[in-house]
T-cell receptor
Framework: QQQVKQSPQSLIVQKGGISIINCAYE??????FPWYQQFPGKGPALLIA?????SEKKEGRFTISFNKSAKQFSLHIMDSQPGDSATYFC????????????FGKGTKLTVNP | NAGVTQTPKFRILKIGQSMTLQCAQD?????MYWYRQDPGMGLKLIYY???????DKGEVPNGYNVSRSTTEYFPLRLELAAPSQTSVYFC??????????????FGEGSRLTVL
């Protein structure tokens, strides 16, 4: 059973455009949602994270939107740049719970110049 | 800062061979993890450790073993390698506080091919 569903699997955006990656979860115990960015040949690195009591969190060109009632959250990359080309993973964890961090399957983003 | 260091970066094994993937961290993190990453499948947790001498199974532990004798090192042992173990393996660590928020530091990965 896939605990965090991520879409799309791949995404191609023109430079300056908006990249949107969506995730959905079923486990209502999840209460912290980090996003990871992975460049080719490298390990994932924490990009941005959100708690469910916040509907939106912005860090530079990266914004997480969170819809608790729908159990969905998304990553928006504004003014996408070729340097943003990477694989993005959404993830979820229940703080204080026995379950460990669970990842979505990833979205490969390509930003064309 | 070195962070999380994995060796080797690449390895080809024959079916039935055994090997150990090495992982070391210099951040004094209590929590350490081993993940495998397969194309289009995300990251799957193999084993994790909450401190020296304590390890536990993750989602996909079959065919692997771990040990944690010190805080710094967390090797992953593959016994009787099979083609299904062809993957990229990532070691990660986190502090006790950050373990609750999924703030993991990853190594650069070890790409293993079993032929």
């Amino acid at each position: 059973q896939q605990q965090v569903k991520q879409s799309p699997q791949s995404l191609i955006v023109q430079k300056g455009g908006i990249s949107i990656i969506n995730c959905a979860y079923e486990n209502t115990a999840f209460d912290y949602f980090p996003w990871y960015q992975q460049f080719p040949g490298k390990g994932p690195a924490l990009l941005i994270a959100i708690r469910p009591d916040v509907s939106e969190k912005k860090e530079g060109r990266f914004t997480i939107s969170f819809n608790k009632s729908a159990k969905q959250f998304s990553l928006h990359i504004m003014d996408s740049q070729p340097g943003d080309s990477a694989t993005y993973f959404c993830a979820a964890i229940a703080q204080g719970g026995s379950e460990k961090l669970v990842f979505g399957k990833g979205t490969k983003l390509t930003v064309n110049p | 800062n070195a962070g999380v260091t994995q060796t080797p970066k690449f390895r080809i094994l024959k079916i039935g061979q055994s090997m150990t993937l090495q992982c070391a961290q210099d951040m004094n993190h209590n929590y350490m993890y081993w993940y495998r990453q397969d194309p289009g499948m995300g990251l799957k947790l193999i084993y994790y450790s909450v401190g020296a001498g304590i390890t536990d199974k993750g989602e996909v532990p079959n065919g692997y073993n771990v040990s944690r004798s010190t805080t710094e090192y967390f090797p992953l042992r593959l016994e009787l390698a099979a083609p299904s173990q062809t993957s990229v393996y990532f070691c990660a660590s986190s502090s006790s506080r950050a373990s609750n928020t999924g703030e993991l530091f990853f190594g650069e990965g070890s790409r293993l091919t079993v032929l």
